[in-house]
C-alpha cells in the first residue's frame, strides 16, 4: 500500500427527501417487485463488502471495479423498475388523461439519468 492510499480517508454524506404521494388512484404492485427486491438485498450486500474493502484499505483499483459492479446492478435495476411502470402505471394513466402521473414519470426519468 503506497502513501496515497494511507492517507486517504472518504467521507460520504448523503440528504435524500423522498415524497411518496401517488394520488393517481391505483395500487403499485408490479409483476417484477419480486426480482427488484432480490436484486437490491444483492447490490446491498455487494455495498457492504464493498466498505469493507475500504475499511480494510484494499487497493483503491479493486474497490473502484467493485463500484462499477454495483453501478451496473443498480442501473440494471432501474431498467426493470421503469418498464414495469411504463407497461403498467404510464399506460393507465395515458389512457385516463392523468397528467400528474406523466409528469411524475417524466421528472423520475431526469433524476434517473442525471
Do not use: P, Y
Request: net charge positive; charged share 25%.
Amino acid at each position: 500500500m503506497d502513501k496515497h492510499e494511507r492517507s486517504h480517508k472518504h467521507s460520504h454524506s448523503h440528504s435524500h427527501s423522498h415524497s411518496h404521494n401517488h394520488s393517481h388512484g391505483h395500487k403499485h404492485s408490479h409483476k417484477h417487485s419480486k426480482a427488484v427486491l432480490n436484486r437490491l438485498a444483492r447490490a446491498s450486500g455487494h455495498l457492504t463488502s464493498i466498505r469493507n474493502m475500504v475499511e480494510g484499505e484494499r487497493d483503491c483499483s479493486e474497490v473502484l471495479v467493485q463500484l462499477a459492479a454495483v453501478r451496473g446492478a443498480i442501473n440494471k435495476i432501474s431498467e426493470i423498475v421503469l418498464r414495469d411502470h411504463l407497461e403498467h402505471c404510464i399506460i393507465e394513466a395515458a389512457e385516463s388523461g392523468d397528467k400528474e402521473a406523466l409528469n411524475k414519470i417524466s421528472r423520475a426519468i431526469e433524476l434517473l439519468f442525471k
